[in-house]
């Protein structure tokens, strides 16, 4: 067992019967899901400056406030995103054309990347990065 792994066990002094027959109960479930967010994190990573798991959460606030300001359409259309729709559910839920939808969603993408890249750049001033 890792360190991580002792001091949790030593924060709760000692499991219980239900919680190790729960455990047990989600293995499968819970180590996949594990499994399944280390490989994310990984690509998430891999794939840009986000470094920590802090940078992401710092980037997903940044992303939901950049949300918050677009149109109440493109504000549907991401959320719907977000949710794991795909376009054609996106059209249809909102009853929309393919063209509107790319439309909204290019001018929402951009707006997104502008006002992340400005936040990038304004808290590297601020923290001296």
């Given amino acids: 067992m890792n360190q991580y792994c002792d001091d949790r066990q030593a924060e709760t002094n000692e499991y219980t019967v239900e919680q190790i027959t729960s455990i047990i109960k989600h293995y499968d479930e819970l180590y996949s899901i594990v499994q399944v967010t280390a490989v994310n994190f990984d690509k998430i990573r891999s794939a840009s400056a986000i470094n920590t798991k802090e940078d992401i959460l710092c980037t997903?606030?940044?992303?939901?406030?950049?949300?918050?300001?677009?149109?109440?359409?493109?504000?549907?259309?991401?959320?719907?995103?977000?949710?794991?729709?795909?376009?054609?559910?996106?059209?249809?839920?909102?009853?929309?054309?393919?063209?509107?939808?790319?439309?909204?969603?290019?001018?929402?993408?951009?707006?997104?990347?502008?006002?992340?890249n400005a936040n990038k750049t304004a808290k590297g001033r601020n923290t001296g990065r």
Avoid: W
């Avoid at 493109?74 to 996106?90: P, V």
């Avoid at 063209?99 to 997104?112: C, D, E, S």
């Fill in 60 to 116: 997903l606030v940044d992303v939901d406030r950049s949300i918050a300001i677009l149109s109440p359409l493109q504000q549907k259309i991401l959320n719907r995103l977000k949710s794991g729709h795909n376009s054609s559910e996106i059209c249809l839920d909102l009853q929309l054309n393919t063209a509107r939808l790319k439309y909204n969603m290019k001018r929402a993408l951009v707006f997104i990347t502008d006002y992340l």
